[in-house]
Each structure stands twice: as structure tokens, then as C-alpha cells.
């Protein structure tokens, strides 16, 4: 089974940056990628961007194209998220998240599937943006 833990978030001043961190463990040899998904107050789930493992093949919403940045280590058990020119309507908790062994699809629906609710999640790091 596949664990999944969150670090890196905190308080920031509109504009400011933060690196989240997702470090994988367990069965890391058959799982598809990793995505991170954003629950905003009073808002859906939203998985703001995923990476497939096999390829390293990326997808963004169109909310935070150009300000956020996925990438994985060698080893490809930590992925993180690279976030620049953070703005208030980034606040929320932000999950990792990995589809279930077997789930095969390109990154965005990798991303459609994980906000839904699918597949082995992290408990989440808290990202605040306020001034």
C-alpha cells in the first residue's frame, strides 16, 4: 500500500512563494504519478496539477498555469509543487494524491480522477495567502 506525506505549507503573504513536498513510501514501484489536488474554503476539490511516472508528462489547471511548478526527484518518490506569485484564491489544503495500482490515462485525467476522491491520499498541508 502506498502512503503519501505532505510539508511544506504555511503562511504567506500574497505574491510570496512556497515549495510543498509530497514524499511517497511504501508500494512506490506500481503506482501511475502523483497528483496534487487543492480544497479550497467553500469550494470543489480541484487537482491542480499531476505527473505521470512512466514519462514525467505534466498537466496544470488553467488556474495556475505560469505560477505553479511540479516536479519529482530521481528516485521519483518525492514530487513536489513550486509555487510562485501565491494570491489569495490559492488558500486551501493541499493534498497529493495517487490513483489506485492498475489506473491508466494521461495526467489530466489523472488529475480529474484524483479530485474526485480517488485513489490513496495524504492528509494535506495547509496553505494560507493573506496579508
Known amino acids: 500500500q502506498l502512503q503519501l506525506v505532505e510539508s511544506g505549507g504555511g503562511l504567506v503573504q500574497p505574491g510570496g512563494s512556497l515549495r510543498l513536498s509530497c514524499v511517497a513510501s511504501g508500494s512506490t514501484s506500481d503506482y501511475f504519478g502523483i497528483g496534487w489536488i487543492r480544497q479550497a474554503p467553500g469550494k470543489e476539490r480541484e487537482g491542480v496539477s499531476c505527473i505521470r511516472s512512466a514519462d514525467g508528462s505534466i498537466y496544470y489547471a488553467d488556474s495556475v498555469k505560469g505560477r505553479f511548478t511540479i516536479s519529482r526527484d530521481n528516485a521519483g518518490n518525492t514530487v513536489y509543487l513550486q509555487i510562485d506569485n501565491l494570491k489569495p484564491e490559492d488558500t486551501g489544503v493541499y493534498y497529493c494524491?495517487?490513483?489506485?495500482?492498475?489506473?491508466?490515462?494521461?495526467?489530466?485525467?489523472?488529475?480529474?480522477?484524483?479530485?474526485?476522491?480517488?485513489?490513496?491520499w495524504g492528509r494535506g498541508t495547509q496553505v494560507t495567502v493573506s496579508s
Open positions: 494524491a495517487a490513483p489506485a495500482p492498475g489506473w491508466f490515462g494521461t495526467p489530466e485525467r489523472m488529475c480529474l480522477s484524483l479530485a474526485g476522491g480517488r485513489g490513496s
